[in-house]
C-alpha cells in the first residue's frame, strides 16, 4: 500500500499536463504570461467597473493596455518564418496566456490586427502603410444580419428564400468604393478602431444578388477618419467589458478601388479564411479563460473550511475539481487540434473551425459555471474575480457567431461531405 507514495507527481507548466514545449516555446509562453499577469488582469478588471462612457477615453486603462501591448513588439511577421505547425502551436502558446490574462483585451489585439493581416496578404504596401499602427476592426455584421452573414451555402437558407443583403453595403463604380449603412452595434473596437477590414454585401454594376439569390461580397481596408464616418456610443453590455463595441456609420464613405482585398471572384474564400483565423482564436481564448477560472477554484478550495476542513480535502470537491481539470485539458486539445487543421490543411473550412470555436465556448461555460460553484455565495460578489470570468465567458457563447448556429454548419459539412465524397460510408 505505501508504494504508491513513491510515485513523484507528473511535470506540470504553466498551461497544465503540457509536456515537449521547445525552448522558444517555453519562453514565449513566460514573458506572455507576465504580461497577461503584470499587465493584462489588472487594466483589464479595471475597466470592467467604469462605465462604458468613459472606460476607452484618450488615457484611459484601455489605451494603457494597447501601448503596453505595443511594446512588446508582437507583430504577424514574427510568425511569417514558421512552418504552418509552429505558427499554429506559438498562436495558441501565446493566445491562451493573453486570455487567461483578460479575455475581452484578447479579443481587442486580436481584431485589431485583422485589417493589417488582410493587407499584409495582400501583398499591397500602401494597405500595409494604411493598417501600420493603427487600432483595426472587422466590420461583419449588422443590426439585421447577425447569423446570416455565416451561411456559406444557399440550402442552409429557408427554401425559397435571397440572400441577406443586410444595412451596410458597398457599390463598386469606376475606380471608386462607396459605402453606406451602419454595422451591429457588436463590432469589436468599433467605438474606437482607427481602420476596418469591411466584410460585407457589395454591387458590382449588376446587382446584390446572383441568379441563385447569393449576395455578392466584398473585403476592403477603409481608414476611420474619412469624410461620412461616425460612431454610435461605446456599448453597456455583461461581459468582456474590456472590449469597447460599437456601431460605426457611413454615410457615402469613398475609398479607392485599390483598397480592396477581396472582390467577386475570390470573395468568399478570404472571408472563410478570415472567419476560420477568428475561430481559432477563439478557441485559444477558451482555453486561457476556462484555467483562469478553474485556477481561482483550485486556490480557493484549499482557503474555505466547512464540514470540519478545507474544501479540498473533501472527496465531493476532488471529484469536481477532476472534473474541471480534465475540461480544461478537452479545450485545450481541441483549440489546438482546430488551429493545426485550419493552419496545416491544403483544404481547410470555416465550418470545422467553428465547430472547435463551439466545443470549447461551451465547455468553457460549464467549467466557469462550476468554479464559480465551488465559491459558493462567495463568487457572486466583486470580492472575487470569478463572477467577472462568468460574464466575459457569456459572451463567449454568441462572439464569433452562436454555437448552436455553428454546430448546425459543421452537421451540415459533415452531411456534404458524406453525400458528395462518400465520407462515412466505410
Ligand atoms: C463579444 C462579441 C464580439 C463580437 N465581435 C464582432 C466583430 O468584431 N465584428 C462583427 O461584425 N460582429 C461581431 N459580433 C457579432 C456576432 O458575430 C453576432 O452577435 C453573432 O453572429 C450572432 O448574431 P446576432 O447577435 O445578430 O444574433 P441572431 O443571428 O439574431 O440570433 C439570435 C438567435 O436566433 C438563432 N438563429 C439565428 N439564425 C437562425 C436560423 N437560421 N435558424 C434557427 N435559429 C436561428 C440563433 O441561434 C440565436 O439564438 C460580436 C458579438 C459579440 C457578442
Redesign the pocket.
Known sequence: MNSCHSVPLPEVGLSGFDTGLSEEEQSVQDAMHRFARDVMRPLGREIDRLPAEQAYQPGSPFWQYHAEFQKLGFSPEAMSGLEPSQAARLEGIVVEEMAWGDAGLT?SSG?GAMPMTMARASGQQELIDLCEGKLG?????QPDR?????ILYPEERHPGSRGNKGNLQAVFKGDEIIFNGQ??A???NGAVAEVALM?IVADYGDGFFDEQGNTFGCNVIVPLDLKGVSRGKPLEKLG?RS?P?GEIYFDNVRVPRRFAVATRDDYELKHAYAWAQAGTAMSHIAAGLARAAFELALVYVHERKQGGALLATHQLTQYRLGGLGMKVEAIRAMARHVAHYTKCSPRPHPYFTASGKAFCCNELMDVVNESLQLFGGAGLTHEFPIEKLMRDAR??Q?????N??LQMHYGHLLSRLHLQEGWGRG
Open positions: 479579443v481584431a476592426c472587422w466590420c461583419a455584421t447577425g447569423s446570416d452573414g455565416l454595422t451591429s457588436w463590432v469589436s466584410d468582456k472590449l463595441q459572451a463567449m454568441i462572439e464569433d457567431g452562436e448552436n448556429i
